[in-house]
């Protein structure tokens, strides 16, 4: 390849790299609520459950085009003698087992603080950090102090600037898109909120929502960016996944980045429909102003954890340059000296 050839091919991969890593400014959090399908629950069911004509006039409408996440199955293994609730491909963990009636399944489905946290997403905010807490003086003083820094952090944080003509960073149907950090404060020992305080723990097992108060951030359409324990959580973790949220996403693939999902009875699409019809009513929408996070009206529950590792954000969430770039721009540089230079 002549000199010039070669320069001219580097000069292109260069560019080509450069503009994949740089091409989308929609924050992480929108880009999940726009494109990111929630991974399904598996509700495990005993052939002689699943062959009862009650339970199966009760599932009908879950298994027919059903808009929860949930998947049905009936269980292969002779051991498994009661319905069984597994959470979302990390390991298939069991966080329910149980009696399944009309009351039960109406708690898998649902709970009072998904119906707020569901509100929330809808209305555009960003991220929501639930308190999962047990109204000790020194929870509550951890949750004040989470508050008071979220609030801090909206009024110095920013956006990605969006470019309307930029055919990679097209919003989907929606909300407006807000920099709005919030609160929810959630009673861990709340019955009505064990099984989410169950997902919101992780499947990792290192925190236990019957003995340890954490916190955890939602976003998208009810992912889970990860969960601390409350005396773990400090401002600078609170801060890195904050900021990564509201970063550009420039790591597409869902599996890529951290988190897991939660189970919502929710059809999105037409939720998001909805969300699009309301912002139209009111052009330009601005961020409301700070406000004291709701308390979650939500029942007692009981929490657990060992003290769970703080996620990693990919670095491709990061608008900086990479060192692949940085050595790519270095060799061209080299190459380009050497190739070019006058022969004597």
Request: hydrophobic share 40%; net charge negative; with cysteine.
């Amino acid at each position: 390849m002549k000199p010039a050839c070669l320069v001219a091919f580097l000069l292109l991969t260069l560019t080509t790299i450069a503009s994949d890593v740089c091409a989308c400014t929609i924050p992480v959090f929108r880009y999940a609520l726009d494109r990111w399908e929630s991974d399904k629950f598996e509700l495990i069911l005993p052939p002689d459950t699943a062959a009862n004509p009650d339970l199966s006039d009760l599932l009908r409408p879950l298994r027919a085009n059903g808009i929860a996440n949930l998947a049905i199955t009936t269980a292969k293994d002779p051991s498994i003698t009661s319905p069984q609730l597994r959470t979302a491909r990390l390991g298939g963990q069991t966080i329910w087992s149980g009696e399944l009636n009309a009351t039960t399944l109406s708690q898998i489905l649902d709970s009072p603080a998904r119906q707020q946290i569901l509100s929330r997403i809808l209305v555009g905010e960003s991220v929501i950090w639930v308190i999962a807490h047990s109204d000790t003086p020194e929870d509550l003083a951890e949750a004040e102090r989470i508050e008071k820094r979220l609030r801090f952090l909206e009024q110095v944080a920013a956006l990605p600037i969006q470019d309307p003509n930029d055919p990679d960073s097209q919003l989907g149907p929606g909300p407006a898109l807000l920099l709005k950090f919030t609160a929810l404060r959630l009673n861990r020992n709340d019955p009505a909120e064990a099984l989410l305080l169950k997902m919101l723990a992780g499947p990792s097992g290192d925190i236990d929502p019957t003995k340890t108060s954490f916190a955890a951030a939602i976003f998208g359409r009810g992912r889970v960016l990860g969960a601390w324990a409350l005396d773990s959580l400090d401002d600078a973790s609170l801060e890195e996944a904050s900021m990564f949220l509201i970063g550009r996403c420039s790591c597409r693939v869902k599996d890529q980045n951290p988190g897991w999902d939660i189970l919502m009875n929710t059809d999105w699409t037409q939720a998001l429909a909805q969300a699009t019809a309301s912002k139209d009513k009111t052009p330009n929408p601005e961020p409301s102003s700070p406000t004291k996070p709701q308390q979650s009206q939500a029942t007692p529950v009981t929490v657990k954890t060992s003290a769970p590792s703080t996620p990693e954000p990919p670095a491709t969430a990061q608008s900086k340059p990479t060192p692949l770039i940085i050595g790519a721009s270095l060799a061209l540089a080299i190459t380009a000296f050497f190739l070019l230079r006058p022969k004597r």
